[in-house]
């Protein structure tokens, strides 16, 4: 085929450079590298400027053109028009806002489940589905999939409604019954399609990782699966690079779109603070700088797990000594940033990928080296914020610009305060505010994080607490979306609890398969 991409190993240990097909099926590299790929393209200002006259799906797919996919053009645009079609609540998909002058807000969760992870999950499925088909058609896999996700809340739901209905394609989400918000589960244990399983795990939400980490790591199981059910395991996760590439997309298209509002003129940098997790989002960013766009900086914006923060101010990686703290933002309560692995490998190369990633197995910690450190370090800022400074930025700036954001939001919006510069900065926004009405209750009423609300919201579910805050902020705000509202109705469709461990998730998938 015409202009196809190539992928390289982050490790160097693979070097089967499969085309973006599969590499999507696969998934990680066998030696637990990632994916890269080999060549980047560039886009011009006018190529870029472009992208504002055309629908969002058009802009993706001129993205996955650029990007060597190895399907036909007609294929991609099929792929992406469904992708990014009337399941949006916004007809511009990721519409920047001017909140402040100096300061836009890319929302990136008017998708079906409110988050930020539709961006990638709404899309990556349906090319997955149709990397199958194309492994199939060339004679290299006559098997099915079995996606297994281990959630926190956010992945699962995305994940479940991505790949609900798709063909060749089945998923199991395991969720821990001591880590979910009301809504989230609910989100979750409503899921309609033929295809999807989901089950609760006794414990929080390392055990429930732990296990289904565990059923990936036992061949036997797989085997198993094989033989029984023609189904091989793959998973749906962030290093995926079926998830990144759509992750470049809406740094693109917001640039495009802040040329044609003003904001910026063709040409002219601006920075992007992005709240950071597992670094899928804010590396979205970086491919689309090292393409051409500019932006001059990219802020990264931790929660109380710093760790991301605290690398990017000293080359220092550091988990040793460091507990897991849960925050108002539990998408980025994350030690561990698998993706971080990829700008690894884009600034030292494969060798001293493998030794930083022993060494961090090993020992819990690496630093990186001078050359590494001071070319980082001329695009990437970072900076942390604590649970109680969330809070009250969600609060300051809704009392300053009637604009309400949800924890994680503001995560990036207090860390792009502290480090503004002379750009104009893009803050990513990866929730809708009801997504964690809880919090941001709290949030508006002055509440500590942890803190119980006060006695008049005894006995309210998280459903009631929504319309709370919805009657606090008045109409002007982006309202409850439709498709969370309804949850408080909806009939649970999956009830099973599961135990802890290996045994407890493959006897869950055993079964479910009948
Ligand atoms: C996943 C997620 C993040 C973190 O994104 P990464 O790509 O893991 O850095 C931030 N906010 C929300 C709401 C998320 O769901």
Known sequence: MRNETHYLDTRGLDSSRPTFSSALVKGIAPGGGLFVPEHLPS???EEISAFAEWPYWRRAAAVFSLFGVDMSAERIDALTQAAYGDQWDDDRVAPVVEVRADMHVLELWHGPTSA?????LQCMPLFFSESIE???ARGKADDDYLILVATSGDTGKAALEGFSDRDHTRIVVFYPVDGVSDVQRKQMVTQAGDNVGVFGVRGNFDDCQY???AV???DEFEDWLRENHGLRLSSANSINWGRLLPQIVYYVSAYADMIASGAVKPGEPMDVCVPTGNFGNILGAYYARLMGVPIERLICASNENSVLAEFINTGLYDISEREFVTTPSPSMDILISSNLERLLFHLAGPPQVREWMGELATRRSFRVDRDTFETMREVFVGDWVDNQDALAAVRDVFEETGYLMDPH?????????RMRGANPVLIVSTAHWA?????????LKGVAYGDPLPPEYDGMSGFDLLAQVQEIVGDGCACVPESLASLAMATDRFGDVVDAGREGVERAVREWLG
Request: proline letters at 0%; zero cysteines; charged letters at 25%.
């Open 116 to 120: 930020f992870k539709d961006m990638a």
């Open 211 to 213: 296990a289904v980490k």
């Open 216 to 218: 990936f790591a036992n």
């Open 435 to 443: 997504k964690f009405g809880a919090d941001v209750l709290r949030a």
């Open 43 to 45: 886009l011009s200002l």
């Open 134 to 136: 194309i492994l199939r």
């Open 409 to 417: 939001t503001a995560v990036a919006w207090e860390v792009a305060e």
